[in-house]
């Protein structure tokens, strides 16, 4: 069903579509296929202040709204929060945008979609925390499907081609002075987490490390980097870290390099996986249909891959108490799911996909 007036002309879409970072590279596709369905039109998106940075320059975006969402939360910024949404209201309202598209489903981003005074106002219909509300229009996603799969429904509803999957990054710096350090021949692993409970330990990784025939390069932000010397410090000197030393962009050349990654659910999990670089994903309480590298297998650690056949180039590892995927934020009393998934087990599943 297409849900565009074919009387109104789109010459402005505003994507509202903040964070989080594997959230963001999710979204390229449904970017690409927008584009693809309406070229002339001038396609802006609200994003959260840091990830702005991976979208910088993107000539697809004509341009960002950023706001300071993490700050918002927070009551002692609560008169500049306040004058921030004011001015970004205002700034939203001058544009006068035809088509404006909700991908986070949430309060906030519902506010924003109403805020832009779009003629059409496009969301979920099963979004949280009453974004519903303050859509024009309203599509079934599905939650059972990839977040991938969902956002392209959003494009298929308003006549956009959906048959292909692309990721068009913005032009990214080939960050040769990192790029020179790195071995001729690597694989990357990416310890942290967004949420502490999708965190498999670092001890673990780099014993995984140690056992691996090619050295390890740990990524990391800054913030993270005491997580990134500790995979460094179980690995026997078989990892090298540059935690903190990239950018979100200047992580793609480092990445497109490796043979392959391993990788908890994360942001930089979502690069690799568009990158085309062999993905093998740890996941606990996060449920990988929805979130995991896209097109990927699933299989319990020890067993036999769900759907038979090695079709895909990713991998996802995940034990399975009988309670997950519970989408806990913090590990529960037991966190057998992350805890019970010894480096033996992950370094047989790499092995079975002849990648040792």
């Not at 979920?124 to 799969?149: R, V």
Request: glycine share 6%; aromatic share 8%.
């Amino acid at each position: 069903m297409h849900f565009i007036n074919n009387r109104l002309i789109i010459k402005k879409i505003l994507i509202i579509k903040p964070s989080a970072f594997g959230d963001i590279v999710h979204t390229l596709p449904f970017l690409n296929a927008l584009k693809a369905g309406y070229p002339k039109a001038k396609i802006d998106w609200v994003v959260a202040e840091g990830l702005h940075t991976f979208l910088e320059g993107h000539p697809m975006i004509n341009r960002l709204w950023i706001i300071r969402k993490d700050k918002w939360k927070r009551l002692k910024y609560l008169k500049k929060t306040l004058r921030e949404i004011f001015t970004l209201t205002r700034g939203l309202r001058k544009e006068k945008y035809d088509l404006a598209v909700d991908l986070s489903g949430i309060l906030r981003s519902g506010l924003i979609t109403f805020a832009s005074g779009a003629e059409v106002k496009l969301g979920f219909k099963e979004s949280d925390e009453g974004s519903p509300l303050f859509y024009s229009h309203k599509i079934i996603g599905d939650m059972n499907i990839h977040a991938i799969d969902r956002y392209l429904k959003l494009a298929s509803a308003l006549g956009c081609p959906t048959d292909v999957v692309a990721y068009p990054f913005a032009p990214f710096n080939e960050n040769p002075e990192i790029c020179k350090e790195l071995p001729e021949e690597y694989v990357v692993i990416s310890p942290s987490a967004g949420k502490p409970a999708n965190q498999w330990p670092a001890s673990k990784f780099g014993e995984l490390a140690s056992m691996l025939l090619l050295p390890s390069v740990v990524i990391s932000s800054s913030a993270d980097a005491a997580t990134a010397r500790e995979v460094v410090e179980f690995s026997k000197g078989r990892a090298i870290s540059i935690a903190g030393r990239t950018g979100l962009k200047e992580l793609i050349p480092v990445i497109r390099k490796a043979s392959y990654f391993i990788t908890n659910d994360t942001g930089p999990m979502h690069v690799a996986a568009a990158l085309n670089v062999p993905v093998f994903a740890i996941f606990g309480p996060a449920n990988p249909v929805r979130t995991g590298p896209y097109d990927s297998l699933c299989t319990g650690a020890g067993n036999h891959a769900r759907r038979g056949a090695f079709d895909t180039i990713h991998t996802v590892i995940q034990k399975s108490p009988g309670c997950a995927p519970c989408y806990a934020q913090k590990p529960c009393s037991h966190w057998r799911c992350m805890n019970d998934l010894t480096a033996q087990e992950l370094f047989d599943v790499i092995r079975s996909r002849e990648m040792v």
